[in-house]
């Protein structure tokens, strides 16, 4: 399941160019069984997400790739009640047996520095505190590249959803690896 906003949505691109359907394909090519959902909502924020939470569960996702939370710094929203929320939909997502991989954000310069550092900050505790498997920045090699960008410079064209994808990897699939491990060893003892 890709639980996220507008990056995860795909605004401004085809459906099949945004990275939950890239994703897709690449583990089709990588032989790992699993359908990918993509559950983004442009404009969505944690408190969005966090209402969204019960919808996401009924798919009884095995993972979550978590990228929720940059509409509340592009906002100027409480950096305590975005990782409140975080960690309230990660609490769910964990008790529902979902293994969950957290997408990290970083802001433009322009909000200033101990707003910047805060925000940045939650995803690195979150992770740390929940063991959570982490991509430290979403747009890792893409962000400010207006190459790999809209006209809007924040959301990504299907060559920037490409490198999201590749970072996207690096995080999932020691997490598939795992569970593939786990799903092969024996049961019972002797």
């Given at each position: 399941?890709?639980?996220g906003?507008?990056?995860?949505?795909?605004?401004?691109?085809?459906?099949?160019?945004?990275?939950?359907?890239?994703?897709?394909?690449?583990?089709?090519e990588?032989?790992?069984?699993?359908?990918?959902?993509?559950?983004?909502?442009?404009?969505?924020?944690?408190?969005?997400?966090?209402?969204?939470v019960?919808?996401?569960?009924?798919?009884?996702?095995?993972?979550v790739?978590?990228?929720?939370?940059?509409?509340?710094?592009?906002?100027?929203?409480s950096?305590?009640?975005?990782?409140?929320?975080?960690?309230?939909?990660i609490?769910?997502?964990?008790?529902?047996g979902a293994?969950?991989?957290?997408?990290?954000?970083?802001?433009?310069?322009?909000?200033?520095?101990?707003?910047?550092?805060?925000?940045?900050?939650?995803?690195?505790?979150?992770?740390?505190?929940?063991?959570?498997?982490?991509?430290?920045?979403?747009?890792?090699?893409?962000?400010?590249s207006?190459?790999?960008?809209?006209?809007?410079?924040?959301?990504?064209t299907?060559?920037?959803?490409?490198?999201?994808?590749?970072?996207v990897?690096?995080?999932?699939?020691?997490?598939?690896q795992?569970?593939?491990?786990?799903?092969?060893?024996?049961?019972?003892?002797?």
């Amino acid at each position: 399941m890709a639980f996220g906003d507008s990056l995860t949505a795909g605004l401004g691109v085809n459906r099949d160019d945004a990275y939950p359907a890239q994703l897709q394909r690449r583990l089709d090519e990588l032989d790992y069984r699993y359908r990918v959902i993509n559950a983004g909502v442009s404009g969505d924020t944690t408190a969005g997400g966090l209402r969204r939470v019960p919808w996401v569960l009924g798919s009884k996702p095995d993972v979550v790739i978590l990228e929720l939370g940059g509409n509340d710094g592009l906002r100027g929203l409480s950096l305590e009640q975005t990782k409140h929320n975080l960690s309230r939909i990660i609490e769910q997502l964990r008790q529902a047996g979902a293994t969950i991989i957290l997408a990290g954000m970083k802001l433009p310069p322009n909000y200033g520095q101990d707003y910047i550092r805060g925000f940045e900050v939650i995803y690195q505790d979150l992770a740390r505190h929940y063991d959570l498997a982490f991509i430290p920045f979403f747009l890792e090699g893409v962000a400010a590249s207006p190459a790999l960008n809209q006209a809007d410079g924040i959301h990504p064209t299907r060559e920037g959803y490409r490198i999201v994808v590749e970072q996207v990897l690096k995080a999932l699939t020691p997490v598939l690896q795992a569970r593939s491990r786990k799903s092969r060893a024996p049961h019972g003892g002797s």
